[in-house]
């Protein structure tokens, strides 16, 4: 299966910075399908980019997703305060589909 | 709008079985498949399978084949994942995702179920 590796595992950043997240794959991800999602908790995941670099219904263009083959980039620009949150990669072209381990965002 | 209702907190002894619900509306409920998603916590998400609920094929993670049985009703617009001889590693959110039709793109989520197993 493939291995999906999140970096860094925590970033601390104030409102109004930006945020650089990582995904790693252990080998090429098929057709470039893969996705990122937000979690806050308590709450369901929240679809941002497919694709790698479609932004999904409603998500502001602050979030932006770039990359092919097996690394892959999550870009936030300008952090919101609603923007502190668990960010996960999702690779959806290869079965057993598989996910990240997870970057929080977390207020400085 | 899309939105998947699942059942409530559920606590089990180890080998029992337990029978998580995936309530769907807002959008035509045969014409998409639905994923089941579990995460233990402090690990990353596990994929556990999907089914088509139009006509009811499946497709389940190798990890949990023979364990895992979804089936959906279609009259009920509901999907459920029965998960069997439980045991503690099976302490986890369970948490239903609709398939948008991309590849296998999960696009919308239910507020997820937390299942403890424990004696």
């Known amino acids: 299966e493939i291995v999906l590796t999140q970096s860094p595992g925590t970033l601390s950043l104030s409102p109004g910075e930006g945020a650089t997240l990582s995904c790693r794959a252990s080998?090429?991800?098929?057709?470039?399908?893969l996705a990122w999602y937000q979690q806050k908790p308590g709450h369901a995941p929240r679809l941002l980019i497919y694709?790698?670099?479609s932004r999904a219904t409603g998500i502001p263009d602050r979030f932006s997703g770039s990359g092919s083959g097996t690394d892959f980039t999550l870009t936030i620009n300008r952090l919101e305060p609603e923007d502190f949150a668990v960010y996960s990669c999702?690779?959806?072209?290869?079965?057993?589909?598989?996910f990240g381990g997870g970057t929080k965002v977390e207020i400085k | 709008q899309v939105q998947l209702v699942q059942s409530g907190t559920e606590v089990k002894k180890p080998g029992a079985s337990v029978i998580v619900s995936c309530k769907a509306s807002?959008?035509?409920?045969?014409?998409?498949?639905l994923h089941w998603v579990r995460q233990a916590p402090g690990q990353r998400p596990e994929w556990m399978g999907w089914?088509?609920?139009?006509?009811?094929?499946?497709k389940y993670s190798q990890k949990f084949q023979g364990r895992v049985t979804i089936v959906s009703d279609t009259s009920a617009t509901t999907a459920y994942m029965d998960l069997s001889s439980l045991r503690s590693e099976d302490t986890a959110v369970y948490y239903c995702?609709?398939?948008?039709?991309?590849?296998?793109?999960?696009?919308?989520w239910g507020q997820g179920t937390l299942v403890t197993v424990s004696s």
């Open positions: 080998q090429s991800v098929s057709g470039s399908y």
């Open positions: 999702l690779q959806y072209g290869t079965l057993p589909l598989t």
């Open positions: 089914i088509i609920p139009g006509n009811g094929n499946t």
């Open positions: 694709g790698a670099s």
């Open positions: 807002g959008y035509s409920f045969s014409r998409h498949a």
């Open positions: 995702a609709r398939d948008n039709g991309l590849q296998w793109l999960m696009d919308y």
